[in-house]
């Protein structure tokens, strides 16, 4: 059995009693922001699946194989909330929320805007996007890593793919922000979120007019494709793209946020990697995704469509469930020492993007995000560590990352007669 987790007095106390800690399971938990892999694993080994009674009740599939189970079986656990908080969005989310031939469609519509030939036609942009970003905190010596690169580098990838301009990431920025911290309160609280979503609606729906008015078509960026795709014979309405733009960008700026910070934290505290992504580039594949298994990021909701047992638990037609894609990562009986990272992984099965037919359709471009990031980053920035007397601020939430990481510079060794650089 794991220990338990220590108390984060920062954080507020966790229940005593594991019962209680089970059931008062929830991403704004303050007791769990800070160590939540410790209480993950409690909830793990005390049974594969558990339930929470918060935000009116659900189950938790707590081990990769049910995890996974879940995920092929859409006609048990339909999409219609993927998102753990519920139904808070002006319309559903496309194709998130869609199920069965609906979802099919939407998916043969969309399975050419994030592919491999996209992420490998954007490459030069995002690596230029990664160098911008990377002078000022070379020149500097220092950052707060999660502002300064993760969360502009994702932002500005994500305006390079979809044609928007990167002459417009303080807006999307502090769009973005505004929902996240107003969002995350409504939610806390039971609040309406959707007035708080408008914002970033009109942002897109700007950005949609904007293109259509350029006569953009025949790009390979998002919006053009989508100015060009059909669904079931038809063309995309001006709303339909809003709802796809909005989507891709809940599904992607936070995670990949996320999943930098986490990855930089390790980085930081292990030199010896930092020192293998410039000796060994071609090791960078492998490190990005041993790195995204031992990062837990997202967590997705489902919902039960009709009665099924599973480990002697009903869960009823009507129930929710939480699916946590990267704390699936630390499960013992599907990965080997799986608290150690390790970049010799043979069959490295992680569900960092899920599984089943709701996989998700940006991995490519992530993918290739991260590994731009490491490749730019530690080709100019070789060394660094935690900044001394900080410690990175964790939270919990459907993309669980840092709220900060401060970094510092560590000069080369004496005598290798290397320049004075980060």
């Known amino acids: 059995m794991s220990k338990p987790p220590p108390q984060c007095p920062a954080a507020g106390l966790a229940p005593q009693s594991l019962e209680e800690r089970i059931r008062r399971w929830g991403m704004h938990q303050p007791w769990l922001q800070e160590d939540l892999v410790a209480h993950w694993r409690q909830l793990r080994d005390h049974a594969p699946i558990v339930r929470s009674e918060e935000g009116g009740g659900y189950w938790i599939l707590t081990r990769y194989a049910d995890i996974e189970w879940a995920a092929k079986n859409p006609g048990l656990f339909s999409s219609a909330e993927a998102v753990p908080s519920g139904n808070v969005f002006p319309a559903k989310l496309i194709p998130i929320q869609y199920d069965g031939e609906e979802h099919r469609a939407w998916r043969q519509t969309l399975a050419d805007l994030f592919n491999p030939g996209v992420a490998k036609h954007f490459t030069p942009q995002i690596r230029q996007a990664a160098n911008d970003t990377i002078d000022s905190i070379a020149e500097k010596g220092r950052c707060e890593f999660v502002s300064e690169f993760a969360a502009v580098l994702a932002a500005e990838s994500f305006l390079v793919v979809f044609g928007?301009?990167?002459?417009?990431?303080?807006?999307?920025?502090?769009?973005?922000?505004?929902?996240?911290?107003e969002g995350r309160t409504r939610v806390r609280f039971g609040v309406d979120i959707r007035p708080a979503n408008q914002r970033m609606w009109d942002f897109f729906g700007e950005a949609v007019d904007r293109r259509r008015a350029e006569g953009a078509r025949g790009g390979r960026d998002v919006i053009s494709t989508l100015f060009r795709s059909s669904y079931q014979g038809r063309e995309l309405t001006r709303e339909e793209i809003v709802n796809i733009l909005f989507v891709s960008?809940?599904?992607?700026?936070?995670?990949?946020?996320?999943?930098?910070?986490?990855?930089?934290?390790?980085?930081?505290?292990?030199?010896?990697?930092?020192e293998m992504i410039p000796a060994a580039p071609e090791k960078v594949p492998a490190?990005?995704?041993?790195?995204?298994?031992?990062?837990?990021?997202?967590?997705?909701?489902?919902?039960?469509?009709?009665?099924?047992?599973?480990?002697?638990?009903t869960m009823r037609a009507g129930d929710r469930i939480l699916l946590s894609w990267g704390l699936s990562g630390t499960d013992p009986d599907a990965f080997e020492r799986p608290d150690e990272v390790d970049f010799e992984r043979s069959q490295l099965r992680q569900l960092a993007f899920g599984a089943g037919p709701h996989r998700c359709l940006g991995m490519h471009i992530a993918r290739r995000l991260?590994?731009?990031?490491?490749e730019e980053w530690h080709r100019r920035i070789p060394r660094y560590a935690p900044a001394p007397g900080t410690a990175p601020v964790h939270h919990y939430s459907p993309a669980r990352g840092l709220a900060s990481l401060d970094l510092v510079a560590v000069p080369p060794p004496a005598g290798t007669g290397e320049g004075a650089r980060w």
């Open 249 to 274: 960008m809940l599904a992607s700026l936070d995670t990949t946020t996320s999943a930098l910070g986490l990855i930089y934290l390790h980085l930081a505290e292990h030199p010896e990697v930092q």
């Open 287 to 313: 490190i990005t995704e041993e790195l995204l298994r031992h990062a837990a990021v997202s967590s997705t909701g489902r919902l039960v469509t009709r009665d099924v047992e599973r480990h002697g638990v």
């Open 370 to 374: 991260i590994r731009i990031a490491l």
């Open 164 to 181: 928007i301009g990167r002459e417009h990431l303080r807006a999307l920025q502090e769009h973005k922000s505004w929902l996240n911290q």
